[in-house]
C-alpha cells in the first residue's frame, strides 16, 4: 500500500499490488486497505462491569440490523427475512416482559417511584423559578405605532386584545 499525500489530507491509496489481488479476489489483508480497522475502545462502558460485553452485544445487534436492512433492500427473500425480523423483536420484547412481570415488578416499582419524585422535584423548581422572575421582571408596553402596523399585518378588522390575566401561583 503506497502513502499518496494531499494538500488537504493524507490517504492510503491501494498500491498495484493490492489492486491485483483484489482483481484476483484473493487479497488477504483487504480490510486494511479499504481502511477497516479494529480498535478498541473504553470510554463509558470500560469502567462498568460487563461494559465490554455490552459494547460487544450492541455491536452484534447493529450488525443483525445492518443485515436484515441490506438483504430487505436486496429483497432477497424478503418473507424469510420479515419473518426471522419479527421473531427476533418477539424474543427480545417476550424476554423483557417476562422478566419484568416475573421478578422485576418490584425492582420496576423502585425505578418508577424514583423517577416520579424526581420529576415532581423538577417541576417544583421550575415553578419557584418561573415565581421569581415574574415578580423581578417588569412590563413592557408596546408603542402605538407598534400595535397599528402588528394590526395592519394581520385582518383588517383585527382587535387590540388585552393580555391575559396572570397565572395562579
Same mark, same amino acid.
Request: glycine share 10%.
Given at each position: 500500500?503506497?502513502?499518496?499525500?494531499? $494538500?488537504?489530507?493524507?490517504? /492510503?491509496?491501494?498500491?498495484?499490488?493490492?489492486?491485483?489481488? =483484489?482483481?484476483?479476489?484473493?487479497?488477504?489483508?483487504?480490510?486494511?486497505?479499504?481502511?477497516?480497522?479494529?480498535? &478498541?475502545?473504553?470510554?463509558?462502558?470500560?469502567?462498568?462491569?460487563?461494559?465490554?460485553?455490552?459494547?460487544?452485544?450492541?455491536?452484534? +445487534?447493529?450488525?443483525?440490523?445492518?443485515?436484515?436492512?441490506?438483504?430487505?433492500?436486496?429483497?432477497?427473500?424478503?418473507?424469510? %427475512? /420479515?419473518?426471522?425480523?419479527?421473531? =427476533?423483536?418477539?424474543? =427480545?420484547?417476550? $424476554?423483557? %416482559?417476562?422478566?419484568?412481570?416475573?421478578?422485576?415488578?418490584? *425492582?420496576?416499582?423502585?425505578?418508577?417511584?424514583? +423517577?416520579?419524585?424526581?420529576?415532581?422535584? *423538577?417541576?417544583?423548581?421550575?415553578?419557584? /423559578?418561573?415565581?421569581?422572575?415574574?415578580?423581578?421582571?417588569?412590563?413592557?408596553?408596546?408603542?402605538? $405605532? +407598534? *400595535?397599528?402596523?402588528? +394590526? &395592519?399585518?394581520?385582518? $383588517?378588522? *383585527?382587535?387590540? =386584545?388585552?393580555?391575559?390575566?396572570?397565572?395562579?401561583?
Amino acid at each position: 500500500m503506497t502513502d499518496t499525500t494531499n $494538500s488537504k489530507h493524507l490517504t /492510503n491509496a491501494p498500491g498495484e499490488l493490492d489492486l491485483h489481488l =483484489i482483481g484476483e479476489g484473493r487479497h488477504e489483508e483487504l480490510w486494511t486497505v479499504l481502511g477497516a480497522h479494529i480498535r &478498541s475502545y473504553t470510554g463509558p462502558l470500560g469502567t462498568v462491569s460487563g461494559g465490554q460485553w455490552i459494547a460487544r452485544i450492541a455491536g452484534f +445487534a447493529i450488525l443483525v440490523i445492518g443485515i436484515f436492512a441490506a438483504l430487505n433492500q436486496l429483497q432477497v427473500a424478503p418473507e424469510i %427475512v /420479515n419473518g426471522l425480523y419479527y421473531a =427476533i423483536l418477539v424474543i =427480545i420484547v417476550g $424476554s423483557a %416482559v417476562v422478566a419484568i412481570g416475573g421478578g422485576g415488578i418490584q *425492582t420496576m416499582r423502585t425505578y418508577w417511584e424514583r +423517577a416520579s419524585s424526581n420529576l415532581e422535584g *423538577t417541576a417544583q423548581e421550575i415553578k419557584q /423559578n418561573v415565581n421569581e422572575e415574574s415578580k423581578t421582571s417588569e412590563t413592557v408596553v408596546m408603542p402605538e $405605532s +407598534a *400595535t397599528a402596523q402588528s +394590526a &395592519s399585518v394581520g385582518a $383588517s378588522d *383585527t382587535k387590540n =386584545i388585552p393580555p391575559p390575566p396572570p397565572l395562579d401561583r
